[in-house]
C-alpha cells in the first residue's frame, strides 16, 4: 500500500531548479529517507508535500488525495518536526502541545488523553508545566515530536529530528521514534544528512543535485557498491594470495594486508577461515559505509559541500561527539 | 471553511491573550509607560497651561490620547508579533495547521485588540485621580471605540510585518512608525494650535481619528454646554471645513482598517 506518490515533480525558484522531475513512492508503515547534502532539494520536496510550496509541475498524491487541490485534508493528515524548532518558548510544554490540538481541531477529551499519552513516552511528563525556554534541545525535539503526533497523523514528516544534538540525546530520539512507529503504524517520511541516520530507514532515496540518483534500502545500497571487504594478515602472504585466487576472487596486497571484495561478507567469512590452508594472523571484515555509497554515486563526500555558517557550526558540534559511533 | 476561518481566529487569539498574561515584563510596561506619561507631562504642563476648555484642564485633555497611545503600543505590538513568530519558528507550527491565513492574521488583530482594551481597562483606575468620572455608561462605549481604534492600528503593524523578516527592523518601525503615529494624532496637544503642515499631516493617520473619538466619548458635553463661545475649540477634526462628528470618526477609522487588514491579509495570504 502506498501512503505518498511523487510524479515528475519540479520545483522552480525564481531562477533556480531546485527539484529537477523526482518520481517515487513511500509505502504505508515504513520510515523512507532522503539523504543528500544541503541544497539538494530535501527540503523543497517535503515544503511540496506538507503543503508550503507549491510544485512547479508534476504530481503528488498523499493517502490518494492530490496534495496541492486538498491542503486542508492533507494537513490533518501530516505531522511535521522541522528543522528549526517551531515551540513557542514563552508558553509551557502543555500549553504548546494544548494549542496543537485546538488548532487541529481535535475533540477535548482526546487532547488531554494524547497529550499525558504522548508526553509520559517522551518522558516529559513530569516537567509538562515548565517553560519551554529552559527546555535543552533534546527535550525540545522530543516536545516536537510528541506536538507532530497529537493529532494521529497518518504519516510524520521529520525534516533533520536530530540536526545539533549529541550522539545520547539522537540515540534516545531514534528509540522513541522507533517505538512510536510500532505502537501507532504510521509512516515516516525524513530527510538527513547524516549517515548514521539514514541507516535507520527501511528505504532510502539519495538526492543531489534536485534528482534521486538511487532508492534503495541501505543494504541494497550498500550491495550495489560490491560488497564488503575483508582484510587478512597470513604467515605466508604470496601463499595465501594464490589461495584466495584460486578462489575467484581478487586479492590486493598493501602494507602486508591482502584486502578482497565478497558479497556478504559475514557469511563468506566462517567458512572461509575454516577452509583456509595457510596460517592467518588477524582478519577485519569491513561493512561499506553509506558514506562510501554517496561518494561513489556522486563522486564527492557528503560533508564536502555543507559550508554554510550555521550549518558549520552544527556539523562542527556533531562530528565532534560522533566519532565513538561509527 | 467558515468553521476553520472563525476557528483560526479564536485559536490564535487565545494564544495573544495567554501570552500577555505570561509576560509579566509586556504587562507591568504596558501598565508604568502611560502612567509616566500622566505624571510626567501632566502634572508637568498642566500648571504652565491650564484649561484647553472650559472645565478641561490639560491633564484631562491628555487622558484620552494616553488611553489612545496605551491601546495603539499594544496593537502594534502585537501585530509586529508575527515576525517574531516567523523568526522563532511558531509562524510556520500555525501555517501548516489546518486554519484559515486570513483567521490567522484576524485572530493576531482580534487577540492584540482584547489585550489592548485589558491595558485600557486598567488605565481607567487612574481616570478619578485626575478628576475625570468614570460611569459604567462611559466604561461601555469606550470599550468598542478601544477595540475598533486597535484593529485599525494593527493593520498598520501587519502590513509593515509582512514585509520584515527579522526584529533588527523593529527598532525602525518604532522610530519612524509608532512616534508619527503619536505625536502626529493630538494626543500631547490640541491640533487646532499647530502649523498648517501638521494639521495636514495628522488627516491621513487613522489615530488622528481615534484619539478625537475618545475625546469626543469623555467629553461630549462641552460643545453642547457653550455652543456659541467662540473661545471653545470644539472637539473635532477639520476636512474641509467641516468639523468631523464622532460618527464620521468612526466611520473613517473604520473604512481605514477595512483597507489596512485587506491589504495585510493579502500581502500575508501571498506568502509562500
Known sequence: ?326 | MIKEFFRSIYVVAYREILRFIRERSRLISAFLMPIMFLVVFGAGFNRLIGEISPGVDFIQFMFPGILAMTVVLGSLFSALSIVWDREFGFLKELLIAPLSRTGIILGKAVGGALTASIRGLILLIFAPLIGINITPILVLKLIPMILLISITLSGVGFVIASRMRSQQGFQGVMNFVFFPIIFLSGVFFPLNSTPQIIQTLSKFNPMTYGVNALRQIFFNNINVINPNDKNVQPIGIEIFGHITTIWENIAILATIGIILMITATWMFSKEE
Request: net charge positive.
Open chain 1, 1 to 326: 500500500m502506498e501512503i505518498i506518490r511523487v510524479k515528475n515533480l519540479h520545483k522552480n525558484y525564481k531562477k533556480t531548479e531546485a527539484v529537477k522531475g523526482i518520481s517515487f513512492s513511500v509505502k504505508k508503515g515504513e520510515i523512507f529517507g532522503f539523504l543528500g547534502p544541503n541544497g539538494a532539494g530535501k527540503t523543497t520536496t517535503i515544503n511540496v508535500l506538507c503543503t508550503l510550496l507549491k510544485q512547479s509541475s508534476g504530481e503528488a498524491y498523499l493517502d490518494n488525495l492530490e496534495i496541492s487541490k486538498n491542503q486542508s485534508e492533507i494537513r490533518k493528515r501530516i505531522g511535521l518536526v522541522f528543522q528549526d524548532t517551531t515551540l513557542d518558548d514563552y508558553l509551557t510544554a502543555e500549553e504548546n502541545i494544548k494549542f496543537h490540538g485546538y488548532a487541529y481541531n481535535m475533540p477535548k477529551n482526546l487532547i488531554i488523553q494524547r497529550t499525558e499519552n504522548l508526553l509520559k513516552m517522551m518522558d516529559l511528563w513530569d516537567r509538562r508545566k515548565e517553560n519551554v525556554r529552559s527546555y535543552s534541545g533534546g527535550m525540545k525535539r522530543r516536545l516536537e515530536i510528541a506536538r507532530g503526533l497529537l493529532h494521529l497523523p497518518k504519516v510524520l514528516f521529520l525534516d533533520e529530528p536530530t540536526l545539533g544534538l549529541d550522539p545520547q540525546t539522537r540515540r534516545k530520539i531514534w528509540e522513541h521514534i522507533n517505538e512510536i512507529r510500532l505502537k501507532d503504524k504510521i509512516t515516516i517520511f525524513m530527510t538527513t544528512h547524516y549517515m548514521d541516520e539514514a541507516e535507520n530507514c527501511n528505504r532510502i532515496a539519495i538526492i543531489d543535485h534536485g534528482k534521486i540518483i538511487a532508492l534503495n534500502t541501505p543494504e541494497g545500497l550498500k550491495v550495489d557498491l560490491g560488497g564488503d571487504t575483508i582484510q587478512i594478515t597470513a604467515e605466508n602472504i604470496p601463499e595465501a594470495k594464490k589461495e584466495i585466487q584460486s578462489l575467484k576472487l581478487s586479492p590486493t596486497i598493501r602494507d602486508n594486508n591482502i584486502s578482497f571484495q565478497v558479497q556478504n561478507g559475514g557469511e563468506f567469512l566462517p567458512n572461509f577461515v575454516q577452509n583456509f590452508k595457510q596460517k592467518i594472523h588477524s582478519v577485519e571484515l569491513r561493512r561499506p559505509t553509506l558514506d562510501d555509497v554517496f561518494i561513489s554515486l556522486t563522486g564527492k563526500a557528503i560533508r564536502e559541500q555543507n559550508q554554510n555558517s550555521t550549518e558549520q557550526m552544527r556539523s562542527w558540534r556533531n562530528r565532534r561527539g560522533m566519532g565513538g559511533n561509527r
